[in-house]
């Protein structure tokens, strides 16, 4: 049998309902095994709580112990499992997906939609297909959730209730749930590139959202403070207001990097196509193309551990680490 470590961080699978009737982390990791005794009838599993905490409340600092959770770990196991809340699963999909490069194995992020103690929850179904991917050949970091099995770095929370609550909305599915998992990517074995551990990143880093009639004052107060990066969400390909580049020469200026993203769900950046988009490429901002926000956050965040030459950060945004963008 497959040796998985199962590395629990929380989220609504551990939760009960307190006085209130508001949920709150509540189980520890090692029930897990008690709640859902399959988990050994498909692999060899060892359950490890690296924290317990509602997603919310999830850090750049957690993302690092995850990471270095694993790395110490990685030679021992033959997949992974990571069960978290599905707030942020994204964001942490996507950071673990900067953080360790040229996988030989599967990092398969999960939760639930109800808590393991409610009845009819989402959650045993949930793990135990992501157990079922961990014993696959998927060297990749993965969400496997309701029917759907995809790209971590490509992936958004798209509901709050549905069970198929995530989606890739620019990239195709890894594959799919029937009675069974599916995984219909095709992995070439990666024998020349080492495993790369880069657990590093910087949270000063916003995300903004454009709006009509955007104060540009505002603008100039947040590039004049303690931030390192902005990511601008932007109207349709990457339409930017004129009362805005101004401040975005200005950025480039002193060194202070824009990226752009489209806030359109299924929107990517393509600044050529409107004079809105084009001035503001030409004054400096970085585009974003088809990265999710989730990715183009947590990039940032990892490019800005690394350097904070606007050179080379410009240069990271136009290069794919992880699968997390296409580029022409």
Request: hydrophobic share 45%; aromatic share 8%; glycine share 6%.
């Amino acid at each position: 049998m497959k040796r998985i470590s199962v590395l629990f961080c929380g989220g609504t699978v551990g939760m009960m309902r307190n006085k209130s009737g508001a949920l709150t982390p509540t189980f520890s990791s090692k029930l897990l095994l008690e709640k859902i005794p399959d988990m050994n009838k498909i692999a060899n599993v060892t359950v490890r709580q690296v924290v317990n905490v509602d997603s919310s409340n999830m850090t750049p600092k957690i993302w690092e112990d995850l990471a270095v959770t694993i790395q110490k770990l990685y030679n021992q196991f033959d997949g992974f499992v990571v069960i978290h809340g599905t707030d942020t699963m994204a964001f942490t999909a996507s950071a673990l997906s900067f953080a360790i490069q040229n996988l030989t194995k599967p990092i398969i992020f999960t939760g639930s939609q109800k808590p393991l103690s409610d009845i009819a929850s989402d959650a045993p179904i949930n793990i135990i297909n992501a157990l079922l991917v961990a014993t696959k050949h998927v060297p990749d970091v993965c969400i496997v959730f309701g029917s759907r099995i995809l790209r971590g770095v490509r992936s958004s929370k798209v509901s709050e209730s549905h069970l198929n609550a995530f989606e890739s909305p620019l990239f195709e599915k890894i594959g799919n749930i029937t009675t069974e998992p599916h995984v219909h990517a095709v992995y070439a074995e990666k024998k020349k590139k080492k495993i790369q551990f880069q657990a590093r990143f910087d949270p000063h880093v916003a995300v903004v959202d454009v709006i009509p009639g955007f104060n540009p004052e505002i603008f100039a107060i947040l590039i004049d403070s303690s931030l390192h990066g902005i990511i601008l969400r932007t109207f349709g390909p990457g339409n930017i207001p004129d009362s805005l580049i101004s401040e975005i020469r200005r950025a480039k200026e002193k060194g202070f990097p824009i990226l752009i993203l489209s806030q359109s769900v299924y929107g990517m950046t393509q600044m050529h196509l409107y004079q809105v988009g084009y001035q503001a490429l030409r004054a400096g901002a970085i585009p974003g193309r088809d990265m999710t926000m989730e990715a183009a956050l947590t990039k940032f965040m990892w490019i800005l551990a690394q350097t904070r030459d606007p050179v080379k950060i410009d240069k990271a945004f136009r290069t794919n680490f992880a699968g997390e963008v296409t580029l022409s």
